[in-house]
T-cell receptor
């Protein structure tokens, strides 16, 4: 089974801080994704990566950046956290073929105070 | 990628009853995927149905696909309290990315 591990289940940070969310997968999947999920808005794609050092903007990349230095690890960075980035963040992976299902981590519930 | 729209938004049933959720989409697809999300957790992939398939089963799950109507349905038979979750469809037009709708929230009462 694919295992997708997000570094924290719950995280509390202050406005203006630089925040790192980490995601690690153990199945050699090429694609990795970061979503945020908010009540009434569903899941929205922030960034994704289809290979090491490659990244593509999703639907809502503003205020975020990502890093993929190794195939198994995909980091989401909040450059200067703001209260409107309080959300549930979900990481997912999939194999390179476009028809493959996505495998999700358990999420990080981030609160920015 | 295109977004699916799930219907109804919420569904409340008793244990042992069947639950049916529907998904509509707008353009042609390669496949359509269904996911479940338990409260406070990540999404779990349930089933993938290809555009040339009309029906697919997995345990108590039955998925149908009607490409002429651009719709799919997920049937959960003999529901259990543990089936309480949100269910999402994701129509895939051949991209690696998926766009998820707001889901159907299913509540199964004992």
């Amino acid at each position: 089974d694919v295992k997708v591990t997000q570094s924290s289940r719950y995280l509390v940070k202050r406005t203006g801080e630089k925040v790192f969310l980490e995601c690690v997968q153990d199945m050699d999947h090429e694609n990795m994704f970061w979503y945020r999920q908010d009540p009434g808005l569903g899941l929205r794609l922030i960034y994704f990566s289809y290979d090491v050092k490659m990244k593509e903007k999703g639907d809502i990349p503003e205020g975020y950046s990502v890093s993929r230095e190794k195939k198994e690890r995909f980091s989401l960075i909040l450059e200067s956290a703001s209260t409107n980035q309080t959300s549930m963040y979900l990481c997912a992976t999939s194999k390179g073929h476009s028809n493959q299902p996505q495998h999700f981590g358990d999420g990080t519930r981030l609160s920015i105070l | 990628s295109q977004q699916g729209e799930e219907d109804p938004q919420a569904l409340s049933i008793q244990e042992g009853e069947n639950a049916t959720m529907n998904c509509s989409y707008k353009t042609s697809i390669n496949n359509l995927q269904w996911y479940r999300q338990n409260s406070g957790r990540g999404l779990v992939h349930l089933i993938l149905i290809r555009s040339n398939e009309r029906e697919k089963h997995s345990g108590r799950l039955r998925v149908t696909l009607d490409t002429s109507k651009k719709s799919s349905s997920l049937l959960i038979t003999a529901s259990r309290a543990a089936d309480t979750a949100s269910y999402f469809c994701a129509p895939n037009s051949g991209y690696s990315t998926l766009t998820f709708g707001k889901g159907t929230m299913l509540l199964v009462s004992p």
